[in-house]
């Protein structure tokens, strides 16, 4: 997805809790993590809170 779509279209959570069907929560955010290593900061912080903020429009 990543790939894909690119961080800045990406939300972490997107897929809960449908995600708790195949892994643990805090598998789950192992994964991410892991997912996300090669990232920048910037792209990081858009995948796990960036790109909510910006949908939901959060302060």
Request: aromatic share 12%; glycine share 6%.
């Amino acid at each position: 997805m990543l790939e894909a779509f690119g961080p800045e279209r990406l939300m972490f959570g997107s897929d809960w809790p449908v995600s708790t069907l195949a892994a643990s929560y805090g598998e789950v955010c192992d994964m991410y993590r892991e997912l996300t290593a090669d990232l920048s900061d910037a792209e990081r912080q858009a995948v796990f809170q960036g790109t909510a903020q910006r949908v939901y429009d959060l302060a």
